[in-house]
């Protein structure tokens, strides 16, 4: 299997002003294979978000590398793609015309890059929406016209930072439902955060669960199901298991020393 990202034994600590920094990030090691749709779940301020600046480049960390496709030097600012809670559409820019705003930045000519959108679009089921401003679109279908904007970067790797965290149960439950069925025609690669177990559970193929500050990597489960076989998922007795596992993890109620991950790593890679 191809890798995509290799992070290891990242360490960020954030000067504060007062006699200790603040430690955001100890000794996190992941990977993220071709074409894997991995979850990252973990409390509110474990440095999930300072993990993805990390990862894109925005921050340099005090400790630990980042390697894309095997090369720890490269630089992966503009090669990794960032979406945010916040939709953050520009208002007076159609749907389409924010879709290609990542397109155009790249210099790619307006009417290449508007096409390539409309292929997308019908894709996202945002057909008909193209010549839309966003205060008339839905929640849901911001986010969607958002995520179709990072898409369309074409980067190496996604990097979704609680990308339905600010919607409604609703929404958010058929933007899941969305995902999970679009993914497979993607052909991308994607680091998934949130805080939400569940939301992970019916999305990737793979979970990592951070500790509370400082943020530990403590948990890697591969979720044991095809994506497809994912309805209901929650009846079955091995993923119930499965997801009160993972949230021993996140409640930091583990009975048993933390396997896989950290254990692992200690053992000599250093
Ligand atoms: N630029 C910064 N300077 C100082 N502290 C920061 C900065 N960014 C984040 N932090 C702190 O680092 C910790 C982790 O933050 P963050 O990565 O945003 O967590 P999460 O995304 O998991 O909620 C928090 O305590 C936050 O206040
Ligand atoms: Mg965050």
């Known amino acids: 299997m191809t890798s995509v990202l290799e992070v290891q034994h990242v360490t960020m600590c954030y000067e504060t002003g007062h006699s200790h920094p603040l430690v955001a990030l100890e000794n996190i090691t992941l990977h993220i294979n071709q074409g894997e749709f991995v979850g990252l779940v973990g409390p509110s301020g474990c440095g999930k978000s300072t993990l993805?600046?990390?990862?894109?480049?925005?921050?340099?960390?005090?400790?630990?590398?980042?390697?894309?496709?095997?090369?720890?030097?490269?630089?992966?600012?503009?090669?990794?793609a960032y979406m945010l809670q916040r939709d953050v559409l520009l208002p007076w820019r159609t749907a389409l015309d924010n879709a290609i705003t990542?397109?155009?930045?790249?210099?790619?000519?307006?009417?290449?890059?508007?096409?390539?959108?409309?292929?997308?679009?019908?894709?996202?089921?945002?057909?008909?929406?193209?010549?839309a401003y966003p205060a008339l679109l839905s929640g849901g279908m911001r986010q969607r016209v958002a995520f179709a904007r990072t898409v369309l970067v074409g980067s190496d790797l996604l990097l979704l930072d609680e990308p339905f965290g600010a919607l409604d149960a609703i929404t958010r439950a058929s933007l899941q439902q969305w995902l999970a069925a679009i993914w497979g025609k993607l052909d991308a690669t994607c680091?998934?955060?949130?805080?939400?177990?569940?939301?992970?559970?019916?999305?990737?193929?793979?979970?990592?669960?951070?500790?509370?500050?400082?943020?530990?990597?403590?948990?890697?489960?591969?979720?044991?199901?095809?994506?497809?076989?994912?309805?209901g998922m929650f009846a079955r007795p091995e993923i119930a298991k499965l997801k009160a596992e993972l949230r021993a993890a996140l409640f930091d109620e583990l009975e048993t020393p933390i396997p896989s991950v950290v254990d692992s790593e200690q053992g000599g890679k250093q």
């Open 52 to 80: 993805l600046a990390v990862i894109a480049g925005l921050e340099t960390p005090t400790a630990g590398t980042v390697a894309l496709h095997g090369d720890k030097s490269a630089k992966r600012l503009g090669r990794v």
């Open 102 to 131: 990542g397109l155009q930045v790249q210099g790619v000519g307006r009417g290449v890059a508007r096409g390539r959108a409309r292929q997308l679009f019908v894709e996202f089921g945002l057909t008909g929406f193209e010549r």
């Open 191 to 231: 680091l998934f955060v949130t805080h939400d177990v569940d939301e992970a559970l019916l999305l990737a193929d793979r979970v990592y669960v951070m500790s509370k500050r400082p943020g530990r990597m403590c948990l890697e489960r591969r979720i044991p199901l095809e994506r497809s076989q994912r309805e």
